[in-house]
Structure formats: C-alpha cells, structure tokens
C-alpha cells in the first residue's frame, strides 16, 4: 500500500537553470499537493507529459528524495522516518539508474541479493526463475556493457526484483525498448499484479496506460488533475479514448507561463 | 559492508586494464626510467673513457714525446705536435674545430719551456707557462683537459720540481688526516630520509586518486550509486565498504611502486657511483612504518571519497582533486629540506599529510618516537573516521547524490 498525502516538492533553481528555463521564479514545484493511494494487487499508472513530476513523486515514494511538504509511507512506513524499512520492500526501476556495465548480470544480481541480506541458496532460486523468465540465461555471465539495450534493461529489472519486493515502483519502465521486449515487461507488470503485488508507474504512452493501468492518475504541472479507472476518466471528460480525455484535461489545466 | 569491500576489489581485478594501470605499470614504468637513466648514463661515462681526444701541443718541451710514451698518454690521446712557428691560420682552424667539436684540446708551451724553468732563481724571474684551449660546453673537450693536466703536467711539474729541489718533502709542510666519526644509519638514510617522505606521500596519494574518483564520482556519473542507496543498507556501511576496499587496492598499488622503485634504484645508481646505501629496519620500525603508510592512505582515501561524493562526474572531481595533489606534492616537499635542521616540534606530526611525511623521515633516520608515531598515525584515523561521518550525512542528500 502506498499512500501519498499533500506531497510537495520544491527545487531551488540555480540561475543557469533559471536561465534554461527562461523562469524569473527561484523555486520549481516539481510536486503540488499531490495525494493519492495505491492498493496492493493494482497497477497504478501515473500520467502525465515530460516535466510534470512522475518522476519527482516516484523518487520520493522510493525514499530517493524527501518531500517539502507532507508525508509518503509505503507498507505503513514513512519513507523519511523508517526509509530502511520501506527500502527493504520497494524496488525502483528508472532510466538514470543503471547496472555497473563492467560486471555481468549474474554478479549484479547475487551482490544485490546479498546487500538485501538474502541467503545464497534464494538468490539462486530466486536467479534461475527471473533469468529464464527474461532469458537471460545464456547472456549471464556477459557484462553488462556488451549487452543490448533490451538486454540491459531485462537485467536491471531482474536485478531490481531480486529481493521479492511487495511494491514494484517502475518509472517508464518500457522506453526506448522495441515491441517486444516491451511486451516482455507489460506482461511482467502484469503478472507481479496477478501475484498480489502492488505496481505503481509513471508513463506519458496513452496506449500503454490503457491497456495497463487498472486505475491512471493524470498529472499536469506538478498537480494531480484527476484519477479513475480508465471508464471512470472517460466518463468524466466525456472522451472516446484516453489521449482525447488527456488533451481535453490538458487545455484545462496547463497554464502558459509567461 | 563486506559485500561493497569485496565489489570493490573484484570491480578492479576483473578487469585488465585497470590491472594494468594500477600493479603492471608502476612497475615497468620504474624499471623502464632507472634502467634508462643508468644505462645512458652508464654509457656517456664509458663513452668520454673510451674516447681518444685529439690533442695539439704547439712547441713540446724537450723529453715531452718520451713522458707521453712512458705515461702512456700518447695511448688515451692523439697527439699532433705543431712547431713554435705555426701561422696564424692553423692555430685560428684548430680554435674553430675546438669550438665545433672536431678537435678536443690545444696546448701551447712558452718558448724555451724546460730552460726558463730551470733557470729561474729569485723573485722577479720570468716563470713559463701553458695555455690550453678547450671548449667548456662538451664533454670531451672537458675530458681531455682534465686529462692532460692530471697525467702530462702533473708529471712534468713533479719532475721539474724534483730537479729544482731534490727532496720534495720540502714542499709539504704538514700532513692532514681525517677520522669519520658517523651512526651508520643516519648516514646511510640521508639520502633516502631526504626522497622517502615524499615519494611516499606523494605516490600513495596518486595511487589512490583515480581509484577513488571513479569509484564514486564515476560511480554516480554512470547512475550506478542510486543502486546502491536503494539497498536496506546503512550509508556508512556503503562508505566503510567503499572506503576500505579501495584502500586496499591504493596500498596493494603503491607496494608494486615502492618495490619495483627499491628494486630498480640500483640500476640508476650503477651509473651514478655510490649514492645511497642500504638502510636496514627493525621489525619495530616496519610495523610504524606499515601503521603510517595504511593510516595516511585511508585518510587520503576518505579525502578523496568527500571530494569526489561532490562532484556531479568523474571530469569535474578530478579538476576538484588536482589543488588536492597539489598540495600534497608541496606537504611532502617541505621535508626534503628540513634535513639537519633543527627538529619539528612535536605538534608538527599532527598536522595531516605533513605529519606522517615527517614521521617516516624520522622512522628513516631511526629518530621517531612512540609519540610522534602515534600523534601522525592517530590523526589520520580519526580525520578519517570524521569524513567517513560526512560522508554517511552527505549520501542522504537528494542534492548531492541524485544532482537533483
């Protein structure tokens, strides 16, 4: 269970920042008051264009970043108080975080398994079910540099799942993956979710959303605009498919800064 | 902890190029620049010995031919003879081919040599002399100069004096003898009290830098060390893990440096005579010089960890490290020249990176106490234990570790 209350989160922006982003402002809310809870057995989607703080609100669920304002506790811990503990059952997938491209999967994974102070015999259960699944087997012992791209982000999920984490928190977990792999991962998600776990993502792929998300939460500039099921946010902005019901919130909501 | 320790290691020795850079190259570098700087200077020494300088004497003295023969100098040298009348252009030519090399020395003998020398009474008569010409900028030029006036003139000058005097005690006036009066071990460390410190200090340092910058800056640059700050780990576990494997791998780095140089240095002596001398340890000194050499690195190591956790990649700590060597370099320098002087006061071994240079000149000089040891080692713990502190702080900053 993730549940998230009034989280804001506000950068200082350094003047070549400031200048960047053409902004007189000194502060960025990258997170405006955001709410929202995640169940277990669901997989929650969070979307929203480039910028808009998916990535701001997963980092502060993964205890990566402390909020400014309000709370965020995961499996009943608060992930500044007791972030060992949410640490211990959260794993966290995202493009800035990579394998050490000098070691092979198969290190990464057992020094991981062990950093999570896991006995070698799991580890290696746990290896040889996750690297069939992914087939990854026969690449194993390659490092992680001469793999694929596909490859290299097989491994990391792979890695980030040693420790049999109860909340699964992927941040765009399929870009820049060709159609396959990113089927591979789709029906990844979804079975961690058939298990009972809970899946939370950030995405700006309308289609992915749809077809995946059992509930979506639409972010638009750091705010969260509205959250349903898919038919519920149709309903509500009277839309045929999910990118009109997100351009009609999109015009709403999006203000020109000028 | 154990874990990041060991990934530190097997990070450094699977791979062969940074096997290479860190044990196999120090090495080969040592002996390829002693080796190289004995062998040249090996070869310019047998190649001035071996050189047969081409000598002009204008007007010899009587018997001069005959002292040549006897002395065997008409061996090391070819010796042209010119005539008191030579003109001008031939002595002009054989200036120039002095000057260029061709030709390595010119003696010139007042007319009349042998007589005026003999004649000579009382004060106020004339004395004959000798003019060699060489070029001061070359060495065989210098060689045969020297030569020249040790063998011909010295010999000449002996037996002219003989003939004047008959007894040649009646120059000496006293005989001076010398007693050396020396501890051995100092004697023997000067030279190396003088180099250790500082190629110690100096060494360990640059040993550690590009380990340590990559380990973490290159680290964070390559979005590995978010991995690792998602593990239900302490940060300072992470740190100690982080900061003694790599300490290891810096001490391991610069034993290869410190033998392979111990080893090589005889191949430069070779050609430079006798210049330092065996220092023996005792098993007391070792272990002090072992406790300082492991504390200063871990200190250095910890140094760098802060430096590099601060930097946003591997480019920009290393432009943060380098006023950090440079630094160093002058710290170790400081002690090359306070050989002799009078001794640093106690407070000066704790000053960081100075200290422990001190230290290992006075283990060199068999001078360091039990306090200075202790003082110069125990600051380096405990400077290391305080940075390991921030360093835990620092990995909990989102700023810092996520450049967010």
Same mark, same amino acid.
């Given at each position: 269970?993730?549940?998230?209350?009034?989280?804001?989160?506000?950068?200082?922006?350094? #003047?070549k920042?400031?200048?960047?982003?053409?902004?007189?402002?000194?502060?960025?809310?990258?997170?405006?008051?955001? $709410?929202?809870?995640?169940?277990?057995?669901?997989?929650?989607?969070?979307?929203?264009?480039?910028?808009?703080?998916?990535?701001?609100?997963l980092?502060? +669920?993964a205890?990566?970043?402390?909020p400014?304002?309000g709370?965020?506790?995961?499996c009943?811990?608060?992930?500044?108080?007791?972030?060992?503990? +949410?640490r211990?059952?959260?794993?966290?997938l995202?493009?800035?975080?990579?394998?050490?491209?000098?070691?092979?999967?198969?290190?990464l994974?057992?020094?991981?398994?062990r950093l999570?102070? %896991?006995?070698?015999?799991? %580890?290696?259960?746990?290896? #040889?079910?996750?690297?069939?699944?992914?087939?990854?087997?026969?690449?194993e012992?390659? #490092?992680?540099?001469?793999?694929?791209?596909?490859?290299?982000? *097989?491994?990391?999920?792979?890695v980030?799942?040693?420790?049999?984490? #109860?909340?699964?928190?992927f @941040?765009?977990?399929t870009?820049?993956?060709d159609?396959?792999?990113a089927?591979?991962?789709?029906d990844?998600?979804l079975?961690?979710?058939n298990e009972?776990?809970?899946?939370?993502? $950030?995405?700006?792929?309308?289609?992915?959303?749809? /077809?995946?998300?059992?509930?979506?939460? &639409? &972010?638009?500039?750091?705010?969260?605009i509205?959250?349903?099921?898919?038919?519920e946010i149709?309903?509500?902005?009277?839309?045929?498919?999910?990118? @009109?019901?997100?351009?009609?919130?999109?015009?709403?909501?999006? *203000?020109?800064e000028? | 902890?154990?874990?990041?320790?060991?990934?530190?290691?097997?990070r450094?020795?699977?791979? /062969?190029?940074? %096997?290479?850079?860190?044990?196999?190259l120090?090495?080969?570098l040592?002996?390829?620049i002693?080796g190289l700087?004995?062998?040249?200077? @090996?070869?310019?020494?047998? @190649?001035?010995e071996?050189?047969?300088?081409?000598?002009y004497?204008?007007?010899a003295?009587e018997?001069?031919e005959e002292?040549?023969a006897?002395?065997g100098?008409?061996?090391?040298?070819?010796? !042209?003879?010119?005539?008191?009348?030579?003109s001008?252009?031939?002595?002009?030519?054989l /200036?120039d081919?002095?000057?260029?090399?061709g030709?390595? =020395? =010119?003696?010139?003998?007042d007319?009349?040599?042998m007589?005026?020398?003999?004649?000579?009474?009382?004060?106020?008569?004339?004395?004959?002399?000798?003019?060699?010409?060489y070029?001061s900028?070359?060495?065989?030029?210098?060689?045969a100069?020297?030569?020249?006036?040790?063998?011909?003139?010295?010999?000449?000058?002996?037996?002219?004096?003989?003939?004047?005097f008959?007894?040649l005690?009646l120059?000496?006036?006293?005989?001076t003898?010398?007693?050396?009066i020396?501890?051995?071990?100092?004697?023997?460390?000067?030279?190396?009290?003088?180099?250790?410190?500082?190629?110690?200090?100096?060494?360990?340092f640059?040993g550690?830098?590009?380990?340590?910058v990559?380990? &973490?800056?290159?680290?964070?640059?390559?979005?590995?060390m978010?991995?690792?700050?998602?593990?239900?780990?302490?940060?300072?576990? %992470?740190?100690?893990?982080?900061l003694?494997?790599?300490?290891?791998? $810096?001490?391991?780095?610069?034993?290869?440096y410190a033998v392979?140089?111990?080893?090589?240095?005889?191949m430069?002596?070779?050609?430079m005579?006798?210049?330092?001398g065996?220092?023996?340890?005792?098993?007391?000194q070792?272990?002090?010089?072992?406790?300082?050499?492991v504390s200063?690195?871990?200190?250095?190591?910890s140094?760098?960890?802060?430096?590099?956790?601060?930097?946003?990649?591997a480019k920009?700590?290393?432009a943060?490290?380098?006023?950090?060597?440079?630094?160093?370099?002058v710290?170790?320098?400081?002690?090359?020249?306070?050989t002799?002087?009078?001794?640093?006061?106690? !407070?000066?071994?704790?000053?960081?990176?100075?200290?422990?240079s001190?230290?290992?000149?006075?283990l060199?000089?068999?001078e360091l106490?039990?306090?200075?040891f202790?003082l110069?080692a125990?600051v380096?713990?405990?400077?290391m234990?305080?940075?390991?502190?921030?360093i835990?702080?620092?990995?909990?900053?989102e700023?810092?570790?996520?450049?967010?």
């Open positions: 269970m993730i549940e998230i209350k009034n989280l804001t989160k506000v950068y200082k922006l350094s #003047k920042k400031m200048a960047e982003l053409k902004t007189k402002e000194t502060m960025k809310r990258a997170a405006d008051n955001i $709410s929202l809870t995640a169940r277990p057995g669901e997989i929650y989607g969070l979307l929203g264009p480039n910028g808009a703080g998916k990535t701001t609100t980092r502060c +669920v205890t990566l970043l402390k400014t304002e709370e965020v506790s995961v009943g811990y608060d992930t500044v108080k007791q972030s060992d503990k +949410v211990e059952s959260i794993c966290f995202t493009n800035e975080i990579k394998l050490d491209p000098h070691f092979s999967p198969k290190y994974f057992n020094f991981f398994g999570h102070g %896991i006995d070698e015999a799991t %580890i290696e259960a746990r290896r #040889k079910e996750l690297f069939e699944y992914f087939e990854i087997t026969d690449f012992n390659k #490092k992680i540099e001469e793999l694929s791209t596909g490859m290299k982000q *097989k491994a990391s999920i792979a980030s799942l040693v420790h049999d984490p #109860k909340v699964v928190i @941040d765009e977990p870009n820049g993956l159609i396959i792999t089927r591979n991962v789709t990844l998600l079975k961690l979710r009972g776990k809970l899946v939370i993502i $950030s995405t700006h792929i309308m289609s992915e959303a749809q /077809k995946l998300c059992d509930r979506i939460g &639409i &972010i638009i500039d750091g705010k969260k509205t959250e349903g099921t898919l038919p149709l309903e509500e902005t009277k839309a045929a498919d999910l990118e @009109d019901a997100f351009f009609n919130l999109y015009r709403v909501h999006h *203000k020109e000028k | 902890m154990k874990n990041i320790f060991k990934k530190e290691l097997a450094v020795f699977s791979d /062969k190029k940074m %096997i290479f850079s860190l044990f196999v120090p090495a080969v040592m002996f390829g002693y700087m004995g062998m040249l200077m @090996d070869n310019m020494v047998s @190649d001035i071996e050189h047969v300088g081409s000598v004497v204008q007007n003295p018997g001069f002292l040549a006897q002395s100098y008409d061996k090391l040298a070819n010796v !042209t003879y010119l005539e008191a009348d030579a001008a252009e031939k002595i002009a030519e /200036k081919g002095i000057l260029n090399g030709v390595d =020395l =010119l003696v010139t003998f007319a009349q040599f007589e005026k020398a003999a004649a000579y009474q009382n004060a106020g008569d004339p004395i004959p002399s000798v003019t060699m010409a070029n900028s070359l060495n065989y030029s210098n060689a100069r020297s030569t020249f006036n040790g063998m011909m003139l010295g010999a000449l000058e002996t037996g002219l004096l003989q003939s004047r008959g007894n005690d120059l000496t006036v006293f005989n003898e010398t007693e050396v020396v501890n051995e071990d100092k004697a023997n460390g000067e030279f190396l009290a003088m180099m250790l410190p500082y190629l110690i200090v100096m060494l360990l640059a550690s830098m590009g380990l340590v990559d380990a &973490i800056a290159g680290e964070k640059e390559r979005g590995t978010a991995n690792m700050l998602l593990s239900p780990i302490k940060r300072s576990s %992470i740190v100690f893990g982080k003694f494997g790599l300490s290891v791998l $810096s001490v391991m780095s610069s034993l290869v392979s140089m111990i080893l090589a240095m005889p430069m002596m070779d050609g005579g006798e210049m330092g065996a220092v023996s340890f005792s098993p007391l070792i272990v002090e010089l072992l406790g300082i050499i200063l690195v871990l200190f250095n190591v140094a760098l960890c802060l430096i590099s956790v601060f930097a946003k990649n920009e700590a290393n943060y490290v380098m006023p950090l060597y440079m630094a160093v370099i710290l170790g320098m400081l002690t090359m020249f306070n002799g002087g009078a001794a640093p006061a106690t !407070t000066s071994y704790a000053i960081p990176i100075y200290g422990s001190l230290a290992i000149q006075a060199v000089n068999n106490t039990l306090v200075q202790g110069s125990g380096n713990v405990v400077l234990l305080v940075i390991v502190f921030a835990s702080k620092v990995f909990n900053n700023k810092v570790m996520l450049n967010a």
